[in-house]
């Protein structure tokens, strides 16, 4: 059986097409497509599926659909099960076309950036391929599908890059100059399809017309948006100006037909890049198909960025495919923490206790619920969210729809420091989410599980203070900081499964941990004393390697999202580690950072005043 997401939704079978008919039931199959192998709440489904105006009848109404979709898909209790309170639907990713779609370009990517320019351009050629109209076509107008289809369209862009960029290693650069006009027309902002627009008339020997489109991307910078054309596009106006030898075609090869499967074949030896992608002063690289931008210094490039106001107290958005802050927007009071979820991101604030919602796609506040006590950490989980007051020892349960509490759970409150530097410590909670529960840490020696479904509170001894929790790479994570330990405790059981000690001695004494982020292959522990980060094998539970963020960096958070780590930092820059790379690349943002949350697509990451978190600082 095949599910098709890129286009109007259609499902068929060796037999043909299947009729899994009109309204809220074929909206309710894209809803559990969007989130395949994962429980969807009947709570969620209703909120989505009526727009958060549902009948009495709601409850009812899905339970039959759920049962119309089996009858129509002939679907036994393993593609479409019923889990407790919600739905899932199991599939495989070849059987979704959205998520071949995603693994063609991750091998198109691979084999650019292997110098295997043959096997990418024929793989995102065939990502590219499965396209049959804008993604989610016809359930665009539901707000459960917005932020699919946007992140779905944005990784369609990022395969034409890549395709193009790969075009033009084989010496195709007059093919591709045709496909650029109508992108560029399409998208006359993005500055990368601009770039190789202009490469690729240059290479034509169109000089003029590759000049032409420079001047026409800087009068729209400047009129749309009040910016100018980024450093490296200036730079390459020159080095076209100036016949630079760096810009020169390669010889053109011959490409075969396209691989039969989605992997590329493989290579002995990873090919340089073509020298145009090193550019001035500045390394240009792939990653996810776009442009990063990594000075030599390792310092801050202000120029570099757009014009976006980091005021304190606001939540700045960076867009990781174009290395550089997009927008920002004020919040309520001082933040605090931040989740994304639902399509939303969740921030905590004080001053005027609350929780925010901001709208993940259009990045505007959709609702603000007031609180009590000082809220400190927020996480999404279960189709809700939980807000933990460490101070008064309650967990909120928020419904995210209509952003009225559910439910106050109490937790114990940790005990007061004893002595000396310790009773300079505020104790303040940290959140995680699994599939079925949420953990909690408040500063103690406990660890909270508590049953997103009932609510039950279990309480495990972890045998010393823990200060922070995450969940991610199979486990749940905790952090000892004073031991400077990690603890890996299974979701199931909430036992404590192994103690990994983050280094021997750093110095001449141990890292000062203070935070943690687990990502779908690495435990990130990011150690505030030395400006390093030490990334963990989840399957070997040991330390892989320690990467140092640079001398003049004050880390302050870390978020995880796929391979990728993101630290927040007091001066103003976000540090980015990719996997196992033993460098971190920075974008310079502006402010004072303090917390970070990730997305693939997007990241988000908090400012605040610098004298609140100084010594004599209110908070």
Not at 208 to 227: F, K, N, T, V
Not at 238 to 262: G, K, N, V
Not at 521 to 543: C, K, Y
């Amino acid at each position: 059986m095949q599910f098709r997401l890129l286009g109007p939704l259609e499902v068929f079978t060796d037999d043909g097409s299947v009729d899994i008919g009109s309204g809220k039931r074929h909206a309710l199959l894209a809803n559990l497509l969007i989130h395949a192998n994962e429980v969807v709440s009947a709570e969620r489904l209703i909120d989505e599926l009526w727009d958060e105006h549902p009948p009495v009848t709601a409850a009812k109404s899905v339970q039959v659909y759920v049962s119309q979709l089996r009858k129509a898909l002939s679907a036994d209790g393993e593609l479409l099960a019923t889990r407790g309170s919600g739905y899932v639907i199991t599939v495989r990713p070849e059987q979704v076309d959205a998520r071949l779609f995603e693994q063609r370009l991750a091998s198109a990517e691979l084999a650019l950036a292997d110098g295997d320019a043959q096997s990418a351009a024929a793989e995102a050629q065939g990502a590219l391929e499965l396209w049959r109209g804008p993604a989610l076509d016809d359930v665009a107008y539901a707000s459960f599908a917005q932020a699919e289809a946007a992140r779905l369209e944005e990784l369609r862009t990022v395969a034409f890059e890549t395709r193009i960029e790969a075009q033009l290693m084989l010496g195709e650069h007059a093919h591709v100059a045709s496909d650029l006009e109508s992108l560029v027309a399409a998208h006359p902002l993005h500055e990368r399809f601009r770039a190789l627009q202009m490469v690729a008339l240059y290479r034509c020997g169109r000089q003029s017309e590759a000049l032409d489109a420079y001047r026409q991307g800087s009068r729209l910078l400047r009129d749309e948006l009040g910016i100018e054309p980024s450093p490296d596009l200036r730079r390459l106006e020159q080095q076209i100006l100036t016949h630079d030898d760096e810009l020169a075609a390669p010889r053109r090869r011959r490409r075969p037909a396209p691989p039969s499967t989605a992997a590329p074949p493989a290579t002995e030896d990873r090919a340089r890049r073509p020298a145009w992608l090193l550019i001035g002063g500045a390394t240009l690289i792939l990653a996810a198909g776009a442009i990063v931008i990594t000075t030599r210094s390792g310092g801050r490039d202000p120029s570099a960025t757009v014009a976006v106001d980091a005021a304190p107290n606001s939540i700045v958005v960076v867009d990781p495919s174009r290395s550089r802050p997009v927008a920002a927007v004020p919040l309520p009071g001082r933040p605090i923490d931040a989740a994304v979820g639902d399509g939303r991101l969740w921030v905590t604030t004080i001053d005027s206790a609350s929780l925010t919602s901001i709208d993940a796609r259009t990045r505007k506040i959709l609702r603000t619920t007031p609180l009590r006590g000082r809220p400190d950490a927020v996480v999404f989980g279960a189709g809700s969210v939980w807000v933990a007051d460490a101070s008064s020892g309650v967990l909120a349960r928020v419904r995210p729809g209509y952003g009225t509490v559910l439910r106050r759970i109490r937790f114990p409150r940790a005990p007061p420091a004893a002595t000396g530097a310790e009773r300079l410590r505020v104790a303040r909670a940290t959140l995680a989410a699994t599939a079925d529960a949420v953990w909690l840490t408040n500063g103690s020696r406990s660890i909270f599980r508590i049953d997103a479904e009932t609510t039950h509170t279990e309480r495990n001894d972890a045998g010393r203070r823990v200060d922070a929790v995450t969940a991610g790479a199979g486990a749940v994570w905790a952090l000892a900081a004073k031991t400077a330990t990690v603890l890996r405790l299974d979701p199931a059981s909430g036992r404590v499964t192994d103690r990994i000690p983050i280094a021997a001695r750093q110095g001449p004494a141990l890292p000062a941990p203070t935070a943690i982020a687990a990502g779908s292959d690495a435990v990130w522990v990011l150690n505030g004393n030395s400006a390093t980060v030490t990334r963990i094998n989840p399957d070997t539970r040991s330390v892989e390697m320690t990467v140092e963020l640079g001398i003049d960096r004050l880390p302050a958070d870390i978020a995880a999202s796929g391979r990728t780590a993101w630290i927040a930092n007091f001066d103003g820059s976000l540090s980015r580690l990719d996997g196992r790379s033993p460098t971190a690349k920075s974008i310079w943002v502006g402010g004072a950072l303090e917390r970070v949350a990730a997305t693939q697509s997007t990241i988000w990451t908090t400012t605040t005043a610098l004298d609140q978190k100084l010594p004599g600082g209110s908070k």
